[in-house]
C-alpha cells in the first residue's frame, strides 16, 4: 500500500495531493494567488495530520515541473529537493502538461493545452486520447499562436487561458477547435497518478531534478496521428 504525495505550484493554484494505492485520501487545490511559498509546505503537514500520516511514510514524492510560473516551480523544486535531502523518500518529475490533459474528457480525439507564455507566446502539446489514455504527438512547445496554427493538419481540441486571447485566431483556423469553459489547472492527484506510473520505469535523482523551462522551438506537428 504506497503512500504518495503531490503537489504543483506552476499557476495561480496550488495543488497539493496525498494518495494511497492510487486512492486520493486528502487533497487541497485552491487559488492562491502568489502565495505558494507562505503555504505549500503548511497546507501538506495540515494534510498529512488530517489523515495521520507522518511525511517520513511517503513512500513517493512527485511534482509537476511546468512548464508555467517560474517563481511557482522554483518553490516546488526547492521543496522536494529539501524533503528528499532529509527523508530520502522517492522523488519523481511530472510534466504539467500531461496532468493538465488528463482535464479533457470530451471526445475529441486529438487535444492540446493552450496556455499563455506572454511575450506573444504559448505553451502547448498536442495529446491524442486512446481508451482513457492521453499520449503526447508533438514536444512540450513554447511558440507563437501563429506558428502554433500554420502547422496543423488535423482538428484539434484546445482549452487553457489562452483560448480566450487567441479567440480570433483560432475562430480563423479550420483545424482548430476550442472549449473556453474546461477546468484546466492542473491537479495534484493527476501529477500523483502519471507519477506513479513513471516511477515503474525508474525514479529521478533529486538532487539534479530541474523545472522544466521551455525554449522556443521549431514546431512538428504534420505527421502524427
Same mark, same amino acid.
Given at each position: #500500500?504506497?503512500?504518495?504525495?503531490? @503537489?504543483? $505550484?506552476?499557476?495561480? @493554484? /496550488? ?6 494505492? &492510487?486512492? !486520493?485520501? %486528502? ?19 495540515? *494534510? ?12 513517493? #514524492?512527485?511534482?509537476?515541473? +511546468?512548464? +508555467?510560473?517560474? $517563481? ?11 524533503? %528528499?535531502?532529509?527523508?530520502? &523518500?522517492?522523488?519523481? +518529475? ?7 490533459? #488528463? ?6 480525439? *486529438?487535444?492540446?493545452?493552450? /496556455? ?20 503526447k504527438t508533438t514536444d512540450d512547445l513554447l511558440i507563437t499562436i501563429d506558428e502554433?496554427? =500554420? ?5 484539434? #481540441? @484546445? ?15 479550420? @483545424? ?17 497518478? *502519471? ?15 530541474? !523545472? /522544466?523551462? /521551455?525554449? %522556443? ?7 502524427? =496521428?
Amino acid at each position: #500500500m504506497m503512500k504518495v504525495l503531490a @503537489f504543483d $505550484t506552476s499557476t495561480k @493554484f /496550488l495543488s497539493i495531493a496525498l494518495l494511497e494505492d &492510487n486512492e !486520493p485520501k %486528502a487533497v487541497f487545490h485552491e487559488d492562491v494567488g502568489i502565495r505558494h511559498s507562505e503555504i505549500l509546505v503548511p497546507t501538506i503537514n495540515d *494534510l498529512l495530520n488530517k489523515i495521520s500520516w507522518d511525511l517520513k511514510d511517503i513512500e513517493l #514524492m512527485c511534482v509537476g515541473l +511546468g512548464p +508555467g510560473s517560474f $517563481t511557482g516551480l522554483r518553490i516546488a523544486v526547492a521543496t522536494i529537493k529539501g524533503f %528528499a535531502a532529509v527523508l530520502r &523518500n522517492k522523488v519523481v +518529475g511530472v510534466p504539467t502538461m500531461d496532468a493538465i490533459a #488528463m482535464n479533457y474528457s470530451g471526445e475529441k480525439k *486529438l487535444i492540446a493545452p493552450l /496556455l499563455d507564455a506572454r511575450k506573444g507566446k504559448v505553451y502547448s502539446c498536442i495529446y491524442e486520447r486512446s481508451g482513457g489514455e492521453v499520449k503526447k504527438t508533438t514536444d512540450d512547445l513554447l511558440i507563437t499562436i501563429d506558428e502554433l496554427l =500554420e502547422n496543423l493538419d488535423k482538428k484539434v #481540441m @484546445f482549452f487553457g487561458d489562452a483560448v480566450s486571447k487567441y479567440s480570433d485566431k483560432l475562430d480563423n483556423n479550420s @483545424f482548430a477547435g476550442y472549449d473556453k469553459n474546461i477546468d484546466w489547472y492542473p491537479r495534484a492527484v493527476n501529477i500523483a497518478r *502519471l507519477g506513479v506510473k513513471k516511477a515503474h520505469s525508474g525514479v529521478d535523482d533529486p538532487e539534479v531534478i530541474d !523545472p /522544466l523551462y /521551455l525554449h %522556443a522551438k521549431e514546431c512538428q506537428i504534420k505527421g502524427h =496521428e
